[in-house]
């Protein structure tokens, strides 16, 4: 039996259980389901959600049966964009925090192998060196996790925006029109709280695929992929968070409930920096949503 979400926002989680810890993901009001299972207050549910199948639970008066007629429209092809400094080598010393890394030193990702990326991977963490490096050290109010997660996937040949397009820079593309990269004119710097709602909105046009189960994305971080989590606040117009799920090493390793990752083993810039770490923060109240994305 179909049915559709008739709130604005409702939250899926892996147990009929309000706890923090079993909350998977948020959907959005309209968004069909279908009823697996009937348990009074909950209803467990089976629903496809930015292409991935999702079985989870809902509180059922967060349902109305029946499908609501909704308009499908297409995500344009627009070009990523990057700035370049042309006369300066930019590297994890540098505070130009909008440019790209162009340094020749600078390690990469070989895809050869499962053991090449994952290698690559280290190569990589270890040469921003997040800890010690001036790039990231955050400056009063102001972290740079945005800046660290955008510099190692440019450094693994994923693309995640340090710029993005203006509204109306998109408009323009969308018709054919060539824009020229103007700072805060057609482009604009994005922060961690956007981070999340372009890979929402324009993550899978880049290679950015969803998945909801740390487990699964600690397992394509040990693949050597490109992993992360994105968080966007509860109070619009506040710093999100974003951070790296890293390969597991001989020292450190992700935390295991029942044989399956609950905790992976993450690397980011922010209040104190930290290379590796293992805490459960994309689930605390401050964040409204939340997200793992894997890439290639």
């Known amino acids: 039996m179909i049915y559709h979400v008739n709130k604005i926002w409702i939250e899926l989680r892996s147990k009929p259980d309000m706890a923090r810890r079993f909350l998977l993901t948020s959907i959005p009001g309209g968004h069909e389901v279908r009823l697996i299972e009937d348990r009074g207050d909950w209803y467990r549910v089976g629903t496809f959600y930015q292409n991935k199948y999702i079985e989870s639970y809902i509180q059922s008066d967060q349902l109305t049966k029946g499908i609501m007629p909704m308009v499908h429209l297409d995500t344009p092809k627009i070009p990523s964009v990057h700035l370049w400094s042309e006369s300066e080598v930019i590297t994890p010393s540098s505070k130009e925090h909008s440019l790209v890394i162009n340094d020749p030193k600078c390690p990469e990702r070989n895809l ?54 203006s509204d109306k820079a998109v408009a323009a593309l969308t018709l054919g029109k060539k824009v020229d990269k103007r700072i805060d004119v057609s482009v604009y710097e994005i922060g961690a709280s956007k981070l999340y709602d372009w890979l929402t909105d324009w993550g899978g046009l880049f290679g950015w695929k969803r998945v909801f189960d740390p487990h699964e994305a600690q397992e394509s971080a040990n693949n050597g992929q490109v ?58 109240k401050q964040f409204k949503f939340f997200g793992f994305w894997v890439a290639e």
């Open 112 to 165: 050869t192998s499962v053991t090449s990326r994952v290698m690559g991977i280290n190569m990589i963490l270890n040469y921003l060196d997040v800890e010690k490096s001036e790039r990231y050290l955050a400056s009063g109010r102001n972290s740079y996790c945005n800046v660290y997660v955008h510099d190692y996937a440019y450094l693994c040949g994923v693309y995640l925006p340090r710029v993005w397009w």
């Open 227 to 284: 992993v992360l989590i994105s968080a966007k606040r509860s109070i619009a117009n506040t710093p999100g968070h974003i951070c790296i799920i890293a390969p597991e090493n001989f020292n450190i390793k992700a935390i295991r409930e029942n044989g399956r990752v609950s905790i992976p083993v993450m690397s980011h810039a922010g209040n104190k920096n930290r290379k590796y770490f293992q805490h459960r923060w994309w689930t605390h």
